[in-house]
């Protein structure tokens, strides 16, 4: 049974950082992608950031340029790096991996940007 576990939200200022590591546990085969989803608050749940197998990235327009996705060389712990901040980063995030056309999910975790 594939285990997505995110952590590392919290409450920051405006202009703080935070840095979310999500850790797969369980699988056998290698995800082809593994991403970051936020729901922020009375919005559609977003597509934040996407790492490849190959290790090629693509983001939102929203986070170009403040954030960050990255993996571990064994492709089981994806982070997600925030920089500057903006209180309409406030969602809930939540860490996906593909493995052919399965997505798994973690149980997301809450950022919270306060200005």
């Known amino acids: 049974q594939v285990l997505l576990v995110e952590s590392g939200g919290g409450v920051v200022q405006a202009g703080g950082s935070l840095r979310l590591p999500c850790i797969a546990s369980?699988?056998?085969?290698?995800?082809?992608?593994m991403a970051w989803y936020r729901q922020g608050p009375g919005k559609q749940r977003e597509l934040v950031a996407r790492?490849?197998?190959?290790?090629?990235?693509n983001y939102a327009d929203s986070v170009k340029g403040r954030f960050t996705i990255s993996r571990n060389n064994a492709e089981t712990t994806v982070y997600l790096q925030m920089n500057s901040l903006k209180p309409e980063d406030t969602a809930v995030y939540y860490c996906t991996a593909r493995f052919l056309f399965k997505d798994f999910w973690g149980q997301g975790t809450q950022v919270t940007v306060s200005s």
């Open positions: 790492i490849t197998s190959d290790g090629s990235t």
């Open positions: 369980g699988s056998t085969f290698t995800f082809n992608s």
